[in-house]
C-alpha cells in the first residue's frame, strides 16, 4: 500500500489535474494586464466594505485591460442563505459593476474559467487533494470533535498555541496501512494539509498594499476537505485562483496572517503564487475612537442603505475611490468634469491602515453629481428611486413636462444648484412648486427684516398689480423688484442701505424675501425669477392671497 493507493481509495473518481490544467489554460491577455477577483459568500448581506473592494479590483483589472470576475464563496453551507448569490449579483448591478465573467444571476453565469460557484467544484477540489495525497502531502484525519476538544484544553492548559500541528498532529503519524483501515471499517475522516513549515522559520511577503512583513512559517496542518467533501476557505482559494488564473488577489486584511500558509499550499500544489493587495477596511468615528463599519451598529455598512436613501452610485463609488486613493480629490478639483473612470488609480497607494468613512463627504459628492446631470437625468433617476420607495413622489412626477420644469430650474448653466444629496432628498426639495403639496401642509412664514403685516401685504399687492410681467427677462425682473423697493421706501441697492444705514428700514434683498417666503414659505430656495416662471402668474397671485389671509 502506498501514498497512490491510500488517494484512490479516498477519491476514486477523481480526475487526473492535467485534465483541469488543460481545460483551463493561463489567460491569453496582452501584457501587463491583471485579472482580480470578488470573491464574497452568500450570507445576504453585502457589505460597504465588499463593494469598496470589488470596486478597486475591478478598475484595476479594466485600467489594465484585464479580467475582473466574481466568484460565490459558498462552501461554508452553515452560513448561506437564500438569496444570497442574486443579492450579490444584483448589489453589483446596481453599481454599475457588473463583472466580465462569473455569476450573472443566481443560476447563470458567463466565462470559460467556471463554474464559478464553489459548491458547484466538489469534483475539481478533490482532484487537487486526490494529487497532494498521492505525493504524501495531505492525509486522512480521523481525530472525533471530542479529541480536537480535548487537544485543544491540553495546548492552552500548557499556555501553547492551539491547532493541529507537529506532536499534536496526531493522525499525521499513522501508517499508509492503519489510515487504509480505518477508511475500510468505515471510520469518518477529514482530509488534512501536510505542512512543511516550521514555526521557527520566517518568511517574507510583499504586499502589493501593505508593503513588507514578515510571519512565522505555517506549521499548521489544515483541513483542506471538510466532512461534507467540500474544501475549507484556504484550499478552495488557492485551488481557484489558481485555475481561474487570477494574478492579482484583492480581499480584505483579516486574510493577511493567513498568507503564510497560503503561499505554503501554493507552493506544494505546484502553482505559482499570485500578487496580494490587502485592503484595510472602513472605519468610523465612535466616541472619540475609530473603529469598523459594523454590520449589527451602522446602517451605512449595507450596500441596501445606499440604495434605500437613493444616494447616487456614481457618488458612492467616486466616494469609495476618494477614500482608496488620498490623490482623487485633488484630481477630481483639477478635472471636475472628467470621468472618474479616467483617474489614475493605483492599488500599492491605498492607505495601510483603514480609511475614514465620512458621510458629510459623500452627500456632498452626491450633491455634486446630480448637479452635473441634465432636469431628464434627475427626472428618469428620481422616478426610479420613487418607483421603488415612495409612491406620493411617483404621483408627484406623473406630469414629467412640469417635473422637467421643476428640475430644469438652475440646471445646466456654469453654477448649476446643488442643494439635491440623494433621491430621497427630492420630494422635500420641490413640494413648494405643487400646489396640493404646498396647500396641504400648514404653511409657516418665516419673514425675516421684513414682517409686518401692513408692509407685508403692500409688497405682496403692489408686486402682482403693478410689476410682475410674466415675459419679463431676468435683468428687467430684478430691476421691477428695485422699483418695488423704492416705491415703498427700501433702499433699491444694497449698496445704498450700507452707505446710509439710518435712513432706510430695509433693501430690496429683504423685498426679494418677503417675495420668496410668500411664495415658497421658505427663506431659502433656488432662483426666484425661474421659480416664478415655471408657477405662473396665477399661481404666484393665489399664493400670495394665501399669504395675506395668513398674516397676523
Ligand atoms: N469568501 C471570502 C470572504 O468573503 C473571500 C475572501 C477573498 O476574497 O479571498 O471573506
Not at 470596486?55 to 464563496?73: H, I, M, N, Q, S
Not at 406630469?399 to 448649476?416: D, S
Given at each position: 500500500m502506498d501514498y497512490k493507493d491510500l488517494a484512490n481509495l479516498i477519491f476514486p473518481n477523481a480526475k487526473d489535474i492535467k485534465y483541469y490544467e488543460e481545460k483551463y489554460p493561463e489567460r491569453n491577455l496582452?501584457?501587463?494586464?491583471?485579472?482580480?477577483?470578488?470573491?464574497?459568500?452568500?450570507?445576504?448581506?453585502?457589505?460597504?466594505?465588499?463593494?469598496?473592494?470589488?470596486?478597486?479590483?475591478?478598475?484595476?483589472?479594466?485600467?489594465?485591460?484585464?479580467?475582473?470576475?466574481?466568484?460565490?464563496?459558498?462552501?461554508?453551507?452553515?452560513?448561506?442563505?437564500?438569496?444570497?448569490?442574486?443579492?450579490?449579483?444584483?448589489?453589483?448591478?446596481?453599481?454599475?459593476?457588473?463583472?466580465?465573467?462569473?455569476?450573472?444571476?443566481?443560476?447563470?453565469?458567463?466565462?470559460?474559467?467556471?463554474?464559478?460557484?464553489?459548491?458547484?467544484?466538489?469534483?475539481?477540489?478533490?482532484?487537487?487533494?486526490?494529487?497532494?495525497?498521492?505525493?504524501?502531502?495531505?492525509?486522512?484525519?480521523?481525530?472525533?470533535?471530542?479529541?480536537?476538544?480535548?487537544?485543544?484544553?491540553?495546548?492552552?492548559?500548557?499556555?501553547?498555541?492551539?491547532?493541529?500541528?507537529?506532536?499534536?498532529?496526531?493522525c499525521r503519524k499513522l501508517t499508509v496501512e492503519e489510515m487504509a483501515e480505518k477508511i475500510k471499517n468505515g471510520e469518518s475522516y477529514i482530509i488534512r494539509f501536510k505542512s512543511p513549515g516550521r514555526e521557527d522559520r520566517k518568511i517574507k511577503h510583499k504586499d502589493v498594499i501593505k508593503g513588507n512583513v514578515d510571519f512565522p512559517e505555517n506549521d499548521q496542518d489544515i483541513i483542506i476537505i471538510k466532512s461534507d467533501g467540500l474544501p475549507t476557505y484556504h484550499f478552495a482559494h488557492a485551488v481557484d485562483d489558481h485555475l481561474m488564473r487570477t494574478t492579482y488577489v484583492i480581499r480584505s486584511d483579516e486574510w493577511l496572517s493567513s498568507v503564510p500558509l497560503h503561499l505554503q499550499l501554493f507552493h506544494e500544489l505546484g502553482f505559482k503564487a499570485p500578487k496580494y493587495a490587502h485592503i484595510s477596511p472602513i472605519m468610523k468615528n465612535d466616541n472619540g475612537g475609530k473603529r469598523k463599519l459594523s454590520k449589527r451598529k451602522d446602517p451605512e455598512a449595507a450596500v441596501s442603505y445606499y440604495k434605500e436613501q437613493g444616494i447616487p452610485t456614481d457618488a458612492?463609488?467616486?466616494?469609495?475611490?476618494?477614500?482608496?486613493?488620498?490623490?482623487?480629490?485633488?484630481?477630481?478639483?483639477?478635472?471636475?468634469?472628467?470621468?472618474?473612470?479616467?483617474?489614475?488609480?493605483?492599488?500599492?497607494?491605498?492607505?495601510?491602515?483603514?480609511?475614514?468613512?465620512?458621510?458629510?463627504?459623500?452627500?456632498?459628492?452626491g450633491k455634486t453629481v446630480i448637479s452635473k446631470m441634465t432636469a431628464e437625468?434627475?427626472?428618469?433617476?428620481?422616478?426610479?428611486?420613487?418607483?421603488?420607495?415612495?409612491?406620493?413622489?411617483?404621483?408627484?412626477?406623473?406630469?414629467?413636462?412640469?417635473?422637467?420644469?421643476?428640475?430644469?430650474?438652475?440646471?445646466?448653466?456654469?453654477?448649476?444648484?446643488?442643494?439635491?444629496?440623494?433621491?430621497?432628498?427630492?420630494?422635500?426639495?420641490?413640494?413648494?412648486?405643487?400646489?396640493?403639496?404646498?396647500?396641504?401642509?400648514?404653511?409657516?412664514?418665516?419673514?425675516?427684516?421684513i414682517s409686518d403685516k401692513e408692509s407685508i401685504e403692500k409688497i405682496l399687492k403692489l408686486y402682482i398689480e403693478k410689476y410682475y410681467y410674466v415675459n419679463d427677462d431676468k435683468q428687467t425682473w430684478f430691476d421691477k423688484i428695485k422699483e418695488l423697493s423704492v416705491e415703498m421706501g427700501y433702499a433699491g441697492e444694497v449698496k445704498e442701505f450700507k452707505a446710509n444705514p439710518g435712513k432706510y428700514k430695509a433693501h430690496v434683498g429683504d423685498v426679494s424675501t418677503v417675495l420668496r417666503v410668500a411664495l415658497t414659505s421658505r427663506t431659502n430656495t433656488p432662483d426666484m425669477y425661474e421659480i416664478m416662471k415655471v408657477l405662473g402668474k396665477e399661481t404666484i397671485e393665489k399664493r400670495f392671497e394665501k399669504a395675506i389671509e395668513n398674516l397676523k
Open positions: 496582452p501584457e501587463g494586464a491583471i485579472v482580480t477577483r470578488f470573491a464574497p459568500s452568500p450570507t445576504g448581506f453585502v457589505h460597504i466594505g465588499g463593494l469598496y473592494q470589488a470596486l478597486v479590483a475591478k478598475t484595476v483589472a479594466e485600467k489594465t485591460d484585464g479580467v475582473f470576475f466574481l466568484r460565490v464563496e459558498d462552501t461554508d453551507q452553515k452560513r448561506e442563505v437564500e438569496n444570497g448569490v442574486i443579492g450579490i449579483v444584483n448589489s453589483l448591478k446596481d453599481f454599475d459593476m457588473a463583472p466580465d465573467e462569473g455569476m450573472i444571476t443566481d443560476t447563470e453565469e458567463i466565462g470559460n474559467y467556471g463554474p464559478y460557484k464553489q459548491s458547484l467544484r466538489k469534483d475539481i477540489y478533490q482532484a487537487y487533494a486526490k494529487y497532494l495525497i498521492e505525493q504524501g502531502k495531505a492525509y486522512p484525519c480521523f481525530c472525533t470533535p471530542e479529541e480536537d476538544e480535548e487537544r485543544k484544553a491540553k495546548q492552552e492548559a500548557a499556555k501553547l498555541r492551539t491547532g493541529y500541528y507537529g506532536v499534536w498532529a496526531k458612492v463609488k467616486e466616494y469609495l475611490l476618494n477614500i482608496a486613493n488620498s490623490t482623487f480629490e485633488n484630481w477630481r478639483r483639477a478635472n471636475p468634469d472628467k470621468k472618474m473612470e479616467e483617474f489614475d488609480f493605483q492599488l500599492n497607494k491605498m492607505s495601510v491602515s483603514g480609511a475614514l468613512f465620512d458621510m458629510i463627504k459623500l452627500l456632498d459628492i437625468e434627475v427626472y428618469e433617476k428620481a422616478l426610479d428611486w420613487a418607483n421603488e420607495f415612495d409612491s406620493e413622489l411617483v404621483e408627484m412626477l406623473k406630469n414629467k413636462e412640469y417635473a422637467l420644469k421643476v428640475f430644469g430650474i438652475e440646471r445646466g448653466n456654469k453654477k448649476p444648484r446643488k442643494d439635491i444629496a440623494k433621491w430621497s432628498d427630492v420630494k422635500e426639495n420641490i413640494e413648494y412648486m405643487y400646489d396640493d403639496k404646498f396647500y396641504s401642509k400648514t404653511q409657516e412664514y418665516p419673514y425675516q427684516v
